[in-house]
């Protein structure tokens, strides 16, 4: 099974996707399944996990009905307010739809670099144990640190690692992200999309080989079977199209055998997110 494992879909409001700021206009529209299959076939790919981009409940049972109208849709990270008095009530709800494969919190927009340390969220994140749900980690590269504290808390618990944790490509600045990523790899319950790296980079002028030390990285910290390709689309087309950011990967991938690069494009997010309904 050939998976992109990190996309999104949204129908646009500029009430309800505020993130989507001047220079962002070509997200400024619908993006749906009828727009992701083309992409996929184009790519050889057999399905993708749908990630949420609101923290909101409604967006995620909206998710989950397109998953179920939709077969190529083979999982949803959706959100839950982990914080929440009433968070197993909402776990109970969603997870009731085998779709529901994750959960993620923006936690890269918290005022409090701290935020996943909390007493209240962390209390979440234990309310997912035995549910067979991955948490998805969204951070930056200065939130590492407390990122391993946090997996180290919850050793039985899967966590995924979105984008890298963004390093700062443009800039070429990867330390201490590398010496940090090495750290948080070092947790084996932790594993690592290759996806948002071309908007990290300089949107206009990048090139492949602008991506190739933090893939190599990456590699280096997680090795070939904890690493999944994620487009981030539509997010990505604010510098590269779709077909662009997959051959990007695909053609960094090609130095890795045959087993490690079905790993790469599907095998791993498989096994990660979809264990209990692939």
Not at 35 to 59: C, F, K, M, N, Y
Request: hydrophobic share 45%; charged share 25%; aromatic share 8%.
């Amino acid at each position: 099974m050939r998976i992109d494992a990190h996309q999104h879909f949204w129908s646009y409001s500029p009430e309800q996707y505020g993130w989507i700021g001047e220079g962002m206009e070509v997200l400024a529209r619908d993006f749906g399944p009828e727009h992701l299959a083309p992409e996929l076939e184009a790519a050889t790919l057999d399905g993708a996990i749908t990630v949420q981009a609101r923290q909101d409940l409604e967006e995620t049972r909206w998710m989950l009905s397109m998953a179920r109208e939709h077969p190529f849709l083979r999982g949803v990270v959706g959100w839950v307010d982990l914080c929440s008095e009433e968070v197993t009530a909402q776990l109970d709800e969603l997870g009731a739809d085998p779709h529901l494969v994750g959960i993620r919190h923006v936690l890269q927009d918290e005022p409090d670099d701290g935020f996943m340390l909390r007493p209240d969220f962390q209390r979440g994140i234990g309310a997912m144990a035995g549910r067979g749900l991955v948490y998805d980690v969204l951070v930056f590269p200065r939130h590492l640190p407390n990122a391993v504290q946090l997996v180290d808390a919850f050793p039985e618990q899967p966590f995924v690692l979105d984008h890298l944790a963004k390093p700062p490509i443009a800039k070429g600045e990867l330390e201490p992200w590398r010496a940090d990523l090495r750290r948080l790899a070092e947790r084996e319950h932790v594993c690592c999309k290759v996806s948002g790296m071309v908007t990290e980079a300089d949107w206009a002028r990048w090139r492949p080989d602008d991506l190739v030390p933090t893939m190599d990285a990456a590699l280096e910290a997680f090795g070939p079977d904890r690493l999944m390709f994620g487009s981030d689309w539509p997010v990505c087309t604010l510098a590269a199209p779709y077909q662009a950011v997959h051959a990007v990967v695909a053609d960094w991938g090609a130095r890795l055998s045959e087993d490690e690069r079905a790993s790469l494009f599907g095998e791993c997010a498989a096994r990660v997110y979809l264990k209990h309904n692939s």
